[in-house]
């Protein structure tokens, strides 16, 4: 079965500070690949998307993430980090090219990322 | 372009009512529907999803049923609520290979 680990609950940064939210996947082939961001009471947001191609992928917001195959890794990251970006990050794992159904998803846990002013 | 619809916003319930979310499509064609729900200090759980008009798969065991009377309709139902049924409800939507796009969700409680 698929999964996702997002390993950090809660993450607090600085305003223009680095930022990288890891996350890990296990499927069965290579799968294709989310990041969402939701604002409380909110629904979901897609900040970026691998299927496949070039394995660094830019998004919404200035945020990028990098596919690694060796380690089952799809970190989401973002040189300077703006106040309005305190959310809480979701990465999930759809189907692949062999299997279709990217949108049905397996999520992870979620990161809360709060931003220091 | 594409819009998802989803009512109401919120809804407090008392145990042992019925539920009754329901959640429209529009500017799309038999799309694949999906209905998650976000408990509290967790993540984005698979309820059910359908690929077509009455074709409803169903990822959980639990008090909850859908059904899909048309095909931009997706609705999610209980015929008696439980406590363990609060939470944020999201639906979904998606089409053969892209990304979900979500509704604003309608936030559950159950007293």
């Known amino acids: 079965a698929q999964s996702v680990t997002q390993p950090d609950i809660h993450i607090t940064v600085s305003e223009g500070a680095s930022l990288e939210l890891r996350c890990n996947y296990s499927?069965?082939?290579?799968?294709?690949l989310f990041w969402y961001v939701q604002s409380p009471g909110q629904g979901l947001q897609l900040l970026l998307k691998?299927?496949?191609?070039?394995?660094l992928v830019q998004g919404i917001k200035g945020f990028e993430a990098e596919f690694k195959r060796s380690q089952s890794s799809f970190n989401l990251r973002k040189p300077s980090v703006h106040w309005s970006d305190a959310a809480e990050y979701f990465c999930?794992?759809?189907?692949?090219?062999?299997?279709?159904?990217?949108?049905?998803?397996?999520f992870g846990t979620g990161t809360q990322l709060k931003v220091e002013l | 372009s594409q819009t998802i619809h989803q009512w109401p916003a919120t809804l407090v319930q008392p145990v042992g009512s019925p539920l009754s979310l329901e959640c429209t499509v529009e500017?799309?064609?038999?799309?694949?529907l999906y209905w998650y729900r976000q408990a509290a200090g967790r993540g984005l759980q698979l309820l059910f999803y359908?690929?077509?008009?009455?074709?409803i798969s169903s990822e959980v065991p639990q008090n909850l049923s859908a059904s899909r009377p048309q095909d931009r309709q997706f609705i999610l139902s209980s015929k008696k609520l439980l406590l363990s049924d609060s939470g944020f409800y999201l639906c979904?939507?998606?089409?053969?290979?892209?990304?979900?796009?979500f509704g604003q969700g309608t936030r559950l409680t159950v007293v």
């Open positions: 500017g799309t064609s038999n799309p694949n």
């Open positions: 999930a794992v759809g189907g692949s090219r062999l299997t279709g159904g990217g949108n049905k998803l397996t």
């Open positions: 979904a939507w998606g089409g053969w290979n892209t990304e979900a796009f």
């Open positions: 359908s690929v077509g008009i009455g074709q």
């Open positions: 499927y069965g082939a290579t799968p294709y």
């Open positions: 691998y299927f496949s191609g070039d394995t």
